[in-house]
């Protein structure tokens, strides 16, 4: 089986958080209080590619994308969406040391 693997630019505190898109269709639905997310394959990974950039150890507390309707990669049926970083979880850079240590 092959991996999938998606990149992301590293956090710039000028440009904040940034994730390239393909162009794909997400639609999110709110129905009897559950959040329901529908999406193309491209539209599921523009979706991991916010997810990817917003956890980049860089990115302060709080960071966060607002996706409105008919904004790739939300359809216009779509519900509006923002993730955002937990404002109490403290920054901090994954460690790069491979030996555990």
């Known amino acids: 089986?092959?991996?999938?693997a998606l990149a992301v630019p590293a956090y710039d505190p000028g440009r904040g958080v940034v994730a390239p898109a393909e162009g794909g269709n997400i639609t999110i639905e709110v129905r009897g209080g559950?959040?329901?997310i529908f999406g193309d394959p491209a539209g599921l990974?523009?979706?991991a590619r916010w997810c990817l950039a917003l956890s980049d150890g860089n990115a302060p507390?709080?960071?966060?994308i607002h996706?409105?309707?008919g904004t790739v990669?939300?359809?216009?049926e779509?519900?509006?969406?923002?993730?955002a970083r937990d404002p109490q979880t403290a920054t901090s850079a994954p460690s790069t040391d491979a030996?555990?240590?």
Do not use: C, F, K, Q
């Not at 779509?78 to 993730?83: N, Q």
């Open 1 to 4: 089986m092959d991996d999938i």
């Open 34 to 36: 559950t959040v329901e």
């Open 45 to 47: 990974r523009d979706l």
């Open 61 to 64: 507390p709080g960071a966060h």
């Open 67 to 69: 996706l409105d309707p």
């Open 73 to 76: 990669p939300l359809t216009l």
């Open 78 to 83: 779509s519900a509006s969406l923002m993730l």
């Open 99 to 101: 030996s555990g240590g």
